[in-house]
């Protein structure tokens, strides 16, 4: 629990930091099963990624937007996004398989920006 709360104020970037919107009343997907399922998949992630789970088309582009990876339900569907930018728009039912997909391949460019870095320092 320290841990997430030294995360929650900035003070530690390691790990899975994982959002969800609280749900509303424009929710129009499975919000409560989704973040569950989808904080499941991602358990155990040791590399830094920001993972934005969110209920609507209204508050929840932005917030996506601004994780490493992020969905934004819609009516029986997810955006998908990947630093900023929509990748994806998947059925509800793809949601948790595409988002894990999007963050292995977030990963993936990360270790091939460390490693570039490592081998060019200047």
């Known amino acids: 629990m320290g841990l997430e709360i ?10 899975l930091t994982f959002v969800s919107c609280p749900g509303c009343g424009r929710m129009d997907v499975d919000l409560v099963k989704l ?6 998949r991602l358990k155990g992630i040791g590399k ?16 996506a937007r601004g994780a490493d990876v992020g969905v934004a339900g819609g009516r ?3 955006l998908i ?4 930018r929509v990748v994806r728009k998947v059925p509800e039912a ?10 292995q391949a977030f990963l993936a460019d990360q270790e091939a920006l460390a490693r570039q870095a ?3 320092p200047d």
Request: charged residues 25%; proline residues 2%.
């Open 6 to 15: 030294l995360k929650a104020l900035g003070l530690r970037q390691q790990g």
């Open 35 to 40: 973040a569950r399922d989808v904080e499941e």
């Open 48 to 63: 830094t990624v920001h993972v934005a789970v969110m209920g609507c088309e209204v508050n929840g582009p932005g917030e």
């Open 76 to 78: 029986g569907i997810g």
């Open 81 to 84: 996004f990947r630093q900023g």
């Open 94 to 103: 793809e949601i948790v398989d595409a988002l894990w997909e999007e963050v």
């Open 118 to 120: 490592v081998q060019d």
